[in-house]
């Protein structure tokens, strides 16, 4: 778990049972910093404030063999 703050541009998360990748835009509100995000089965914007906690998720795609590729390298914790 991250919170919102925490995540880089094209990093991808799910919130609300739903799966999202975070953009570069923000803005200041009332309720603090909000953070536009992209739902990747509609592709619809969604505002998300950015202490909220999220679960980050890999993004994945297959070649011409089907092997699977990540579409963003995650890095290492312990390394």
Request: glycine share 4%.
């Amino acid at each position: 778990m991250k919170f919102v703050e925490e995540l880089k541009p094209g990093e991808c998360f799910s919130y609300e049972n739903n799966y999202f990748i975070i953009s570069s835009d923000f803005k200041k509100s009332k309720e603090g910093i909000l953070k536009s995000c992209i739902e990747i089965k509609t592709g619809l914007s969604k505002w998300i404030k950015d202490n909220t906690t999220v679960e980050i998720i890999p993004l994945f795609t297959l070649d011409l063999e089907s092997n699977i590729i990540p579409i963003r390298e995650t890095e290492k914790e312990n390394a």
